[in-house]
C-alpha cells in the first residue's frame, strides 16, 4: 500500500478538528489512548514529587554538606567581623594595589570581593552620618541610637547585646580587635556607657565589673592603659584601680600582655579562658609599621580566638559567638592615608579568609558575616590636581614605594632633635621621612617647609599623608565619616542579608541565627541599674555604672533623641 503524503494527513487532521469526526489516526490510537494517559499521569505525578524532594534538600544543605535552613538546628557559631572605615572605594584601591604589587591579572579579586552579598544603611539616630558607636549599637542591640551611644538608646536607658544574649544562652563570646578593646565597636558588645569617650568605665564593665558581671570569655587587641593604674607610667587611667589585678582575682581571667606570652597560647590550643590579652598601651601600630616579632597580627589573634572557643565549647550542645574587628582601616581614613589603608584592608581581607575557611571546614553548622558600621575618608580613587581637566588614572605604585605610615613617620619626626647644622633637619626630612619612609625623591621646597611647619602640630601625619595621595591622585573628601552605603560579606547561611538595609538588620540576623532573647537582657539591665524610681515614686535614680548622665550631656547640647538639622553656619577652616 502506498504512503500517503504528509500533506494528505494533515489535511485530514484539520478537517477532522474542525468537524468533530474522527481520523484514521484517532481511530487506530483509541484503544490505547486510556493508558497513555494513565502512563503520562502518573509519570507526570512522580516527577513533580522527585522535583519537590530535590528543591527541599538543596535549601536546607549547604555547599559543604552542612544543614544551612535559617537557622539550623542544634550546636552553631557565628563570627561577626567589622571593617571599621572601610568603604566600597578602599576595595578598589586596594584590589588594584595587589594585582601590582604582586603581579596579577586585573580580573584576580580579593576574598571579600567572593562573598560580596549586599549594602548596608549607615545614619544614625541624630545623624545622616553615623559614628561608630552608634553603628555598632545598631549591630550589637540591632537598634538605631545617637552618635556616641555605647549599647544605649537615645532615651538613655541600655540595650541588651548579641554578645550579652549569646552568654545568658549558654554561648562562649569572644572580641579581638587591633584597636583598644575599650574603643567603640567592641565596647559596644560588652558595656553600656552614655558617651563613647568613658572607655575607663567600659574596661570596668568588660572584666565583669557591671550588673550582669562577667560576659565576655576572651578578648584580644590593644587599650593596656585603660587598665593599668595611675600610678605606673603606662596607664590613662583617671584612677587607681588596676583593672588587670581584678581580672584575674576577681573574674579569673588568664592574662597575656606580649608577644612571647602570644606565641605560649600555641594558636589557641594552650588558652585557659576566660582570657585578656592586651598587647598594646593604646592601639596595636598600623600593619605597616606593625613589627612582627612585638605584635601580634588580626589573622593570628583571630586564629587563636577560633582554636580557643572551639575547644571550649567541644562538650556544649552550645557554639560560640566571636565578633572581630579590623580596627584601624577607619584610622588610615582619618589619616587620609592610602598606604596604611591598603595593607590594613588586606590585613583584614586575609582574616576573613581564614575565619570563613574555618566555618567552612567545622562540623558544625556556622556563618561568618562582615560589613563596615560607616566609612571614613570619602575615599575616591581619582584626584583633580590642577584647574585644568582631570587625567584619567591614578598610581598604586606610589602607594607600594611606602614602606611607613604617616602616623609613625610624624611621631618619629616629634623625637627628632636636629644637629647644630643648618641642613641637618632638612636632611632628616629628604631621607629619612620621604625617600626611607614615603618613597618620595622629588619634593618641592613649598612641601619641605609645610613638613617643618608642622613638626610639633596635631595635622603633622596629614601633610605628610597628602604628598603620597597627590602623587597616586587619590582623592578624599574629609579626615571625618561619611554617609555611602558600605558592603556585606557572607558566607553560606547569610543570604537573608542579600540586598540593601538598614544596618539594624544586621543585628537582627545575628539574633535570630543565634536565637537568643535580646529583649530579656534589656529587662535584665533596666530591673538591675537604670529607669529605676525611689521607693517613693520619687526623682530617676541615677547608678554610677552608666557613666555620666544623659540629662548632663543634654544640658551641654548633645543631641540625642532626633535628626539634627541645618543651623544656617558655614564653617571655613582658617
Not at 538591675?528 to 525611689?534: A, C, D, S, T
Request: include cysteine; hydrophobic fraction near 35%; charge should be negative.
Amino acid at each position: 500500500m502506498s504512503r500517503r503524503s504528509s500533506t494528505e494527513r494533515n489535511a485530514e487532521e484539520d478537517a477532522g478538528l474542525l468537524s468533530g469526526r474522527p481520523t484514521n489516526k484517532q481511530t487506530v490510537r483509541g484503544k490505547w489512548e486510556g493508558w497513555v494517559r494513565l502512563g503520562l499521569g502518573v509519570w507526570a505525578m512522580a516527577a513533580t514529587a522527585g522535583i519537590v524532594i530535590i528543591a527541599v534538600l538543596w535549601v536546607n544543605t549547604g555547599s559543604n554538606g552542612q544543614n544551612s535552613k535559617f537557622p539550623p538546628g542544634g550546636k552553631r557559631n557565628i563570627v561577626f567581623m567589622v571593617s571599621d572605615g572601610m568603604g566600597p572605594t578602599s576595595l578598589a584601591l586596594t584590589r588594584s594595589y595587589r594585582q601590582l604589587v604582586d603581579g596579577l591579572p586585573w580580573d584576580d579579586t580579593l576574598t571579600l570581593d567572593k562573598h560580596f552579598i549586599g549594602t548596608s544603611r549607615t545614619r544614625s539616630s541624630s545623624s545622616l552620618v553615623t559614628d561608630s558607636a552608634a553603628g555598632a549599637t545598631a549591630f550589637s542591640c540591632g537598634m538605631k541610637s545617637y552618635n556616641g551611644a555605647i549599647s544605649v538608646l537615645p532615651d538613655g536607658s541600655p540595650c541588651g547585646t548579641i554578645l550579652e544574649a549569646a552568654k545568658k544562652a549558654g554561648y562562649m563570646t569572644g572580641l579581638v580587635v587591633t584597636t583598644r578593646i575599650t574603643d567603640a565597636t567592641p565596647a559596644c558588645f560588652s558595656a553600656h556607657v552614655n558617651l563613647r569617650g568613658e572607655e575607663d568605665r567600659i574596661a570596668e564593665q568588660q572584666i565583669g565589673d557591671y550588673p550582669l558581671g562577667r560576659m565576655v570569655d576572651l578578648m584580644l587587641g590593644g587599650g593596656r592603659c585603660h587598665f593599668l593604674p595611675n600610678t605606673t607610667n603606662d596607664s590613662c587611667r583617671s584612677d587607681s584601680r588596676n583593672l588587670v589585678s581584678e581580672a584575674q582575682k576577681r573574674f579569673g581571667f588568664s592574662y597575656v600582655d606580649d608577644r612571647k606570652s602570644f606565641d605560649g597560647l600555641k594558636k589557641g590550643n594552650a588558652v585557659r579562658l576566660p582570657l585578656l590579652g592586651l598587647f598594646a598601651p593604646t592601639d596595636i601600630p598600623y600593619d605597616i609599621d606593625r613589627k612582627a616579632e612585638v605584635y601580634p597580627s588580626l589573622e593570628e589573634m583571630a586564629e587563636v580566638a577560633l582554636k580557643a572557643l572551639e575547644i571550649a565549647t567541644k562538650d556544649s550542645d552550645k557554639g560560640f559567638f566571636l565578633m572581630v574587628e579590623g580596627s584601624r582601616i577607619d584610622h588610615a581614613g582619618h589619616g587620609n592615608d592610602p598606604a596604611a589603608q591598603v595593607h590594613e584592608v588586606l590585613a583584614y581581607d586575609k582574616t576573613f579568609k581564614r575565619v570563613s575557611d574555618w566555618i567552612a571546614g567545622s562540623k558544625y553548622p556556622g556563618v561568618v558575616v562582615s560589613t563596615s558600621d560607616h566609612e571614613t575618608g570619602g575615599l575616591a580613587v581619582a584626584r583633580q590636581l590642577h584647574a585644568t581637566y582631570p587625567e584619567y588614572l591614578w598610581y598604586p605604585e606610589v602607594l607600594a614605594n611606602a614602606s611607613s605610615s604617616s602616623e609613625y613617620l610624624a611621631a618619629q619626626y616629634a623625637l627628632h632633635s636636629p644637629s647644630s647644622s643648618e641642613g641637618d633637619e632638612e636632611d632628616y626630612i629628604r631621607n629619612t621621612l620621604l625617600i626611607k619612609g614615603l618613597g618620595i625623591h622629588n619634593p618641592d621646597d613649598g612641601e619641605i617647609r609645610a613638613i617643618k611647619e608642622h613638626k610639633d602640630h596635631p595635622d603633622s601625619a596629614w601633610v605628610l599623608a597628602d604628598l603620597v595621595s597627590r602623587r597616586a591622585q587619590v582623592g578624599w573628601t574629609t579626615h571625618g565619616h561619611s554617609g555611602v552605603d558600605v558592603n556585606i560579606y557572607g558566607s553560606d547561611g547569610t543570604s537573608r542579608l542579600g540586598g540593601n538595609h538598614e544596618n539594624t538588620k544586621v543585628g537582627e540576623f545575628l539574633r535570630d541565627y543565634l536565637q537568643v532573647d535580646v529583649d530579656a537582657v534589656t529587662k535584665e539591665l533596666r530591673k538591675k541599674g537604670v529607669n529605676r524610681v525611689g521607693a517613693t515614686g520619687g526623682e530617676e535614680v541615677v547608678y554610677e555604672w552608666m557613666g555620666r548622665p544623659l540629662s548632663e550631656l543634654k544640658e551641654a547640647g548633645f543631641e540625642t533623641e532626633k535628626l539634627d538639622c541645618y543651623h544656617g553656619d558655614f564653617k571655613h577652616k582658617h
